[in-house]
């Protein structure tokens, strides 16, 4: 009885099955297999990319008591702070001011955008092109027009990851905010038409209407974002090669230092396997916490 | 329907397997990676030329082309697969790695049945050499010494066309060197040009460009640091290597290049400078000299179009105390951990043809010759090449045909050649790129931070290296 269901069940999926194989097959190929493969290589020394012989946690004590490895974690919490103080807000404030803009509207949107295009490497070169420290540098440069002596911008530890943040934010900033915009313009327009004839002022109209509708989004965007920004890699390699004396180096970046500097397959794996644990972490405690927020 | 989708199944299978086969018609595959790109035309047609000769020489062979410039990102998937060519020509930073990944193979026996192994220049032989058994060959010797820009010299006035030839002499009409030979004139040399392209051109020129990251700082560092006395790694009364970037010659060296940055301005103001910065602030005017080795000196041409008459090499200065060294290497050709001992021995001979081996027979003669002129059509500087060969005959061959070609004044280079082979020196002996990587952050905190203390930085350097890394050398 039980065994005729079943074979019912697949006669009646078996189109369904068969379009999903494919997609199935090539996920489990080149997702779930490497995955698989790179948390079992975290246990085991490497020769190139093969186990040679398991040593347990070894991988895992080698990564933590890399002193490189506390200054990787810290700086990626300090780009994830710095992505949310400079990068969170800009795209919620742009779309709402470009709302509320009259004329030349696709102007301004496709100006927003237009830094979106840009191959990333360009991006990261030319701005460090600009923060060159030089007294020659552009932003040196334009300060010594006012008499400001020059800045050492990328050289300082103390600014490096939020200046990367900040070219992060330029190239970004554009395409999220199109996707708060696309969310603002769904807004039923009679709320607003209703909120004026009661005289809500602006300010109002954003916090009482605009806001609230955009929350989901901005909770959805935001969680994206600390998972992007926890993995962002060629910016400083690119800009500052993780320095000053590590500075700016991050998480994935020590990850690329293990695989392909060292040559250390295993201990990239690790590395690699404490970064996912650590985002997984975060994406669950953000889960709960909305959650609640709902039921409340 | 049925046994016609098997039949073309059958075949499918068929044809890929015939298609994985490793030898063509019976003959031994080589897989050369230093092939040229097709769009290198004049290059190409050489090494085209160079396997046609080959393969009628030793018709049991075949040369199969596989252009592959080496990069760390590419290789290690390249060498996973299997699929690294048979001889690839890779960076001086990288044996150890390859040779720990098990992506290379030893060559003792086939350099022996050549019978080139006695050739072989034996500073060059240690470098490659590891637990006793030797790993490449290399394409030619590097040594680091200063490259000057005599544009920029002459600019300040330190060189002149003296003898009235076009080409800028770096030595004076009394026979003076009119370049730094010491540590100390190379610190005031640089602030003076420095300062001088301020005022008189309002330019910003660095006297002296120092590598900051990506390895390079600590690689520059550590010679700059022997020159000062320094040993970075020694042996303890018990035998056992030890770290000792603390050491006070290197703390002595550290404290230069900080009084380079902020008290002579001579520097760059960036701190993460990396290998290409050398030739793109010589190339572009934007620096005076920089530490480079004598294998690289076309890239400020190649790259940034400058005149080559504008470049001149001399030896590393001499430190405070004396010491005079040239950190010593060479660029490797290197084996993959696939290739049977026969395709060793044909990627070997191929190198006769392409003028690289002990060999002197008229191939080789005319690779050499060959090579010289396609560098020449591209407007490469030549100069003379550190042979890791050191045979006599071949010695003598490589002069001959380097007096032919040599398009630069030797004048500004000779001195260079006279020195090198006394002070040359080869790099530390254990986990040297993570002791440049860890070098790397000191000079950086040197250049960033005016207050930073060298001896403080040192010595936590001294302790990080010691426990992370050579504590396992002596297990």
């Not at chain 1, 040679?52 to 895992?60: L, R, S």
């Not at chain 1, 690119?238 to 250390?264: E, K, W």
């Not at chain 2, 996973?80 to 048979?86: C, L």
Request: hydrophobic letters at 45%; a negative charge; aromatic letters at 14%.
């Amino acid at each position: 009885m039980i065994a005729s269901k079943q074979k019912e069940f697949l006669q009646k999926n078996i189109g369904g099955w068969l379009i999903i194989l494919p997609s199935l097959l090539l996920f489990g190929f080149f997702v779930w297999g490497p995955l698989l493969a790179n948390v079992s290589l975290s246990f085991f020394h490497s020769v190139g990319y093969s186990r040679e012989e398991f040593v347990g946690f070894d991988n895992y004590r080698e990564v933590f008591n890399d002193p490189v490895f506390v200054k990787a974690f810290f700086n990626t919490l300090k780009y994830t702070f710095w992505s949310i103080v400079i990068g969170f807000f800009i795209p919620i404030l742009l779309a709402l001011v470009l709302s509320e803009v009259v004329h030349a509207k696709g102007f301004f949107r496709a100006s927003l955008f237009f830094p979106n295009i840009l191959p990333g490497l360009a991006v990261v070169i030319l701005w460090t092109f600009l923060f060159d420290p030089s007294e020659g540098g552009v932003f040196n440069a334009l300060l010594s027009n006012f008499g400001i002596g020059p800045k050492p911008w990328l050289n300082d530890p103390g600014q490096a990851i939020p200046l990367i943040v900040l070219t992060l934010t330029w190239k970004g900033a554009g395409a999220t905010t199109l996707i708060y915009l696309a969310s603002i313009q769904s807004i039923d327009n009679t709320y607003y038409e209703a909120s004026r004839i009661e005289g809500a002022s602006l300010w109002q109209r954003i916090r009482h209407i605009t806001l609230p509708h955009l929350y989901p989004l901005i909770r959805m965007l935001f969680i994206l974002q600390v998972i992007n920004v926890f993995q962002v890699f060629y910016e400083p390699l690119v800009m500052t090669g993780g320095g000053p004396d590590n500075a700016s180096v991050s998480l994935l970046q020590l990850i690329y230092r293990y695989a392909f500097i060292q040559g250390n397959a295993a201990k990239a794996a690790a590395l690699g396997v404490i970064v996912a644990m650590m985002l997984l972490i975060l994406t669950f405690g953000y889960l709960k916490l909305s959650k609640r927020a709902d039921n409340t | 329907m049925k046994k016609l989708i098997l039949l073309g199944l059958v075949l499918t299978v068929a044809l890929a397997l015939s298609a994985c086969g490793g030898s063509d018609n019976g003959r031994i595959q080589i897989t050369v990676g230093m092939w040229p790109q097709p769009y290198l035309s004049e290059d190409h047609a050489m090494f085209e030329e160079w396997k046609r000769m080959f393969e009628d020489d030793y018709p049991e062979y075949e040369v199969i082309a596989q252009p592959y410039t080496y990069s760390v990102d590419t290789f290690f998937p390249m060498a996973q697969a299997g699929t690294q060519p048979t001889i690839f020509q890779t960076w001086f930073t990288e044996p150890e790695k390859l040779i720990r990944n098990n992506f290379v193979r030893s060559i003792d026996d086939q350099l022996a049945e050549l019978g080139w192994d006695e050739h072989l220049d034996p500073y060059m032989r240690d470098s490659l050499t590891f637990d006793g058994k030797l790993y490449g060959v290399p394409r030619d010797g590097y040594g680091l010494g200063l490259v000057l820009n005599l544009e920029i010299l002459a600019m300040v006035g330190i060189v002149d066309d003296w003898d009235g030839d076009g080409v800028y002499n770096i030595y004076d009409p009394e026979g003076n060197p009119r370049y730094p030979t010491t540590f100390d004139e190379l610190g005031e040399m640089s602030e003076f040009i420095s300062t001088t392209m301020e005022e008189l051109y309002e330019q910003n020129v660095a006297g002296l460009i120092l590598l900051s990251s990506n390895n390079n700082g600590g690689w520059q560092f550590s010679n700059i640091a022997w020159n000062f006395g320094a040993n970075l790694q020694i042996q303890d009364d018990q035998g056992n290597w030890v770290a000792n970037l603390d050491d006070p010659a290197a703390i002595e060296a550290l404290e230069w290049i900080k009084e380079m940055r902020w008290e002579r301005e001579a520097l760059p103001a960036s701190a993460s400078l990396s290998y290409g910065d050398w030739y793109n602030y010589i190339g572009t005017n934007r620096a005076a000299m920089a530490i480079a080795g004598n294998d690289a000196l076309s890239l400020p041409i190649t790259n940034f179009g400058m005149d080559r008459d504008n470049l001149a090499f001399v030896p590393m200065p001499e430190g405070p105390h004396g010491h005079q060294y040239s950190l010593f290497g060479g660029t490797p050709y290197m084996f993959s951990s696939h290739a049977s001992d026969d395709q060793v021995l044909g990627a070997l001979k191929f190198l006769e043809y392409m003028g690289r081996s002990p060999e002197t027979s008229d191939i080789a003669e005319q690779s050499l010759r060959v090579g010289r002129i396609t560098a020449e059509a591209k407007g490469m500087p030549i100069i003379p090449e550190i042979t890791p060969w050191i045979n006599d005959d071949y010695v003598d061959l490589v002069e001959r045909i380097d007096q032919q070609f040599i398009n630069v004044n030797m004048d500004n280079y000779q001195s260079f050649y006279d020195t090198i082979f006394n002070i040359r020196r080869n790099e530390e002996p254990y986990y040297s790129q993570e002791m440049y990587e860890i070098l790397d952050s000191v000079i950086q905190q040197v250049l960033t931070n005016r207050n930073a203390n060298p001896s403080a930085l040192l010595s936590s350097a001294n302790n990080t290296f010691q426990t992370q890394y050579m504590n396992n050398v002596n297990d």
